[in-house]
């Protein structure tokens, strides 16, 4: 079997641009490529220092520095003039604990996140760039070191809001229709996804569900400019890693609520004043957190699903759901990331497209055998490129034009029909060593089945676990184990008994509940007393009022205790947690229920599952009765 030749990074040859671009020219290409469908990928020069005001491509550079998790750091992306992109750039951390962590014969690679994403963007993507219910991912990033380029991270959009367990968890938390809006939208995404790829997350908990904002008040964009432009300044004057910020969502989760040091205590009588450009009532544990944090950041509400890591596309789903229907599907998939046509190099690879492209080291081929390989080829702007697919072993066929014009608009009609090599000639034509640089049509370029995925010992066993519970049982699950034993507003008791339903019906645990009316205070029942305060101001009197009985307690009159709405402080609550569990996943009742089924509940009100997109909804529509006048 010839060998391939060998390889190494020419700059030269992969930015082949003789006379410099302008900026207007540099704006367009930029938004011409954020546009298409078509993968790409950015790359970080050996030595680069990564820290905020650092120029990542032209026209792009490190914003500031959002967050850092225990596998990668998060920075916002910027254009030159200091201005949000709307896009984030996560970093794996280049230590080699972390490496090993990432490494798929420990668990999975980091890359499957990324061809996940773009995946998920060519099926699932509008004709106006929305992508609904689910994060975008754009290019993946890689690293130059030792005359190689390995995957380190991606870009992604810019989700500006919070995990939905961070209001779900409060111990106040009362919204019903904050539950029903969120679980209508990610059942609705989630269905589309299952039917047109088999999607599976397999980790769709409350932690991967985001509550976002597409568009926020004028003041808090103001602010968060503000703090962008200044975070540039002082690593400008700096000329080193600035310290790390206030720690956020991996996805760029803005401050939008107060600072910590600006945090309400008990005497919090201006805080509709604080909080009066959202227009938006502060309720405590129905449009705010206790301490007045997490008011709504914009006009209008929606819910993603972040983070792919552990997802994968199942083919026995996506014909249960959809019938044949992913199989067109993925041939559109094929014809956006596959190079049109390839060639097998020989001994000499004399072919003039190979020796302008750069192979992608990725971890597939550590576990089992690789299905393909992937490929840089450069564009006119320094640092990004185009990323196609190949066979492995094959290089991607290359013009002169595809390094000098933008990226052309992928139309997702019908693909081009190229004829399927079958492995004997594939293997004839590798081995034979002769005329071997002439191009041949991609193989991989249509294809209607679902690749299978070689899969560590790790991953097959958590792969096995999860294997008859679907992503509908797992988020019920774990909202339902979140609201069980609290106190609702009688008026919602209809709705609630209807989420109650749903959950027992997936799961098979009945989630408690017990409900009040506003005006009544310190009724006892058998899950505990309950309070007619709601807001933050009638909460301060209550508190008084209960230092006051306390206080006349000890004179001998009688009191009342008095609860708010909210969860129930029970001492056997972890108990009843671990119980809930432990009963949830030895006898399910439905495990295997996919969102179109779970979208005709009457919790939704609707007789028939929606397959239409999900627009991002009013915010009267998720906290009815909060919204004032502007």
């Known amino acids: 079997m010839p060998s391939l030749p060998s390889f190494s990074i020419d700059r030269r040859k992969l930015q082949p641009r003789n006379t410099p671009i302008g900026d207007g020219d540099v704006a367009e290409l930029n938004d011409a490529m954020d546009k298409s469908l078509e993968p790409g990928a950015v ?29 990668a750091r998060v920075f916002e992306l910027v254009r030159s003039d200091g201005t949000p992109s709307g896009k984030v750039i996560k970093v794996a951390h280049a230590d080699l604990g972390h490496k090993i962590l990432n490494s798929p014969v420990v668990w999975i690679g980091g890359e499957r996140e990324w061809e996940i994403g773009i995946q998920m963007r060519v099926a699932l993507q509008n004709e106006d760039g929305t992508l609904p219910g689910f994060m975008r991912v754009y290019d993946c990033v890689v690293v130059e070191a030792n005359d190689r380029v390995t995957f380190t991270g991606m870009t992604m959009e810019k989700l500006q809001g919070w995990e939905v367990h961070k209001r779900l968890l409060e111990p106040d938390f009362h919204n019903i229709h ?66 790390p910020g206030s720690p956020t969502s991996s996805t760029g989760e803005p401050a939008g609520g107060t600072s910590a040091a600006a945090k309400l205590n008990a005497a919090d ?76 190099p020989s001994r ?48 991607p066929v290359v013009s002169d034009e595809s390094f000098t014009e933008a990226p052309a608009g992928v139309a997702l009609g019908a693909s081009k029909r190229i004829p399927r090599l079958n492995n004997a000639t594939r293997r004839l034509m590798k081995e034979s060593g002769f005329a071997l640089d002439d191009p041949l049509a991609n193989p991989q370029a249509k294809g209607d089945n679902i690749e299978a995925v070689s899969m560590s010992p790790v991953e097959s066993m958590y792969r096995n676990f999860w294997r008859r519970k679907g992503d509908v049982f797992h988020i019920l699950l774990s909202v339902g184990m979140a609201l ?68 006349e307690e000890k004179s001998g009159e009688k009191s009342h205790r008095l609860r708010n709405f909210g969860v129930n402080r029970k001492w056997y609550r972890p108990i009843r947690r671990y119980r809930m569990m432990f009963k949830a996943h030895i006898h399910p009742y439905n495990s295997g229920m996919t969102a179109n089924e779970a979208l005709v509940a009457p919790f939704f009100g609707r007789c028939q599952a929606s397959t239409a997109a999900v627009a991002p909804v009013d915010v009267e529509s998720v906290f009815p009765g909060a919204v004032t006048a502007d």
């Open 484 to 551: 069980d034993n609290r106190v609702w507003p009688k008026h919602d008791e209809d709705l609630v008994n209807a989420f109650i339903s749903l959950v027992f019906h997936c799961t098979g645990v009945k989630v408690k509940a017990s409900f009040a009316a506003a005006s009544e205070t310190g009724t006892n029942n058998l899950y505990g007393t309950l309070d007619r305060a709601e807001s933050l101001q009638e909460m301060n009197k209550a508190n008084l009022a209960r230092q006051t009985g306390h206080k």
């Open 269 to 344: 009588a201006d805080l509709p004043e604080r909080h009066s450009h959202r227009r938006v009532k502060p309720v405590r544990g129905f449009t705010c957190s206790a301490s007045g944090e997490m008011l709504p950041l914009g006009p209008q509400v929606e819910f993603k699903i972040i983070d792919y890591g552990v997802a994968i596309f199942d083919e026995r789903l996506a014909e249960s759901t959809g019938g044949t229907e992913y199989k067109g599907v993925l041939q559109r998939i094929k014809h956006v990331v596959a190079a049109k046509e390839v060639v097998f």
């Open 43 to 71: 790359l970080l020069p050996a030595g680069m220092t990564i820290r905020e005001g650092q120029e990542l491509w032209e026209g792009v550079k490190f914003g500031r520095l959002l967050g850092a998790g225990v596998q």
């Open 348 to 395: 000499e690879g004399t072919h003039p497209g190979i020796n302008r492209t750069v192979p992608l080291q990725t971890s597939a081929g550590a576990v089992g055998r690789a299905s393909h390989a992937w490929h840089l080829l450069p564009t006119k702007l320094e640092n990004k490129f185009r990323v196609k697919q190949t066979p492995v072993g094959a290089f």
């Open 178 to 243: 904050y539950v029903r809006e969120m679980l209508y939208q990610s059942f609705s995404a989630l269905a589309a996804a299952q039917r047109k790829l088999g999607f599976h997350h397999a980790d769709l908990g409350m932690r991967n569900i985001m509550e976002c904002y597409p568009r926020v008040f004028t003041d808090v964009a103001e602010e968060q400019t503000a703090k962008s432009l200044e975070s540039l300044r002082q690593a400008e004057s700096s000329g080193s890693d600035p310290a």
